[in-house]
C-alpha cells in the first residue's frame, strides 16, 4: 500500500504565494509520475501539473508560469510552488502518484487552497 501525505494549503490573498508538499510512503517500486490535480467546487477534477521519472513536467495552461512542480527524489516528495495566485486558483488540491508499469494509480486526501480576492 501507497500512502501520500499533503500539506501546506491555506488561505491566501489573491497575488500570494503557497507551496504544497506531498511525502509518498510505503510499496513504492518504481515511481512513474507524481503531481497535482485541483477540483474546485462545481467542477470537475483537473490536472495541475506533473512530473516524470527523468524530471520532465506538465502544467495546465492556467498555471503556467505561476506554478512550478519539483520533486525530491529520495525523499519521494513532490512539491508545488504557487505564485501570483488568483481567486479562480481556488479548490482542493489532491496530490497523485502513478505506477503506470504496475498500472496503479494513488491519491492523497486533498488540501483545500483558498484565495481571496
Known amino acids: 500500500q501507497v500512502q501520500l501525505v499533503e500539506s501546506g494549503g491555506g488561505l491566501v490573498q489573491g497575488g500570494g504565494s503557497l507551496r504544497l508538499s506531498c511525502a509518498a510512503s510505503?510499496?513504492?517500486?518504481?515511481?512513474?509520475?507524481m503531481g497535482w490535480y485541483r477540483q474546485a467546487p462545481g467542477k470537475q477534477r483537473e490536472l495541475v501539473a506533473q512530473?516524470?521519472?527523468?524530471?520532465?513536467?506538465n502544467y495546465v495552461d492556467s498555471v503556467k508560469g505561476r506554478f512550478t512542480i519539483s520533486r525530491d527524489n529520495a525523499k519521494n516528495t513532490v512539491y508545488l510552488q504557487m505564485n501570483s495566485l488568483k481567486p479562480e486558483d481556488t479548490a482542493v488540491y489532491y496530490c497523485?502518484?502513478?505506477?503506470?508499469?504496475?498500472?496503479?494509480?494513488?491519491w492523497g486526501k486533498g488540501t483545500l487552497v483558498t484565495v481571496s480576492s
Open positions: 497523485n502518484l502513478k505506477l503506470i508499469d504496475y498500472g496503479l494509480e494513488y
Open positions: 512530473i516524470i521519472n527523468g524530471g520532465s513536467a
Open positions: 510505503g510499496r513504492i517500486f518504481s515511481i512513474t509520475a
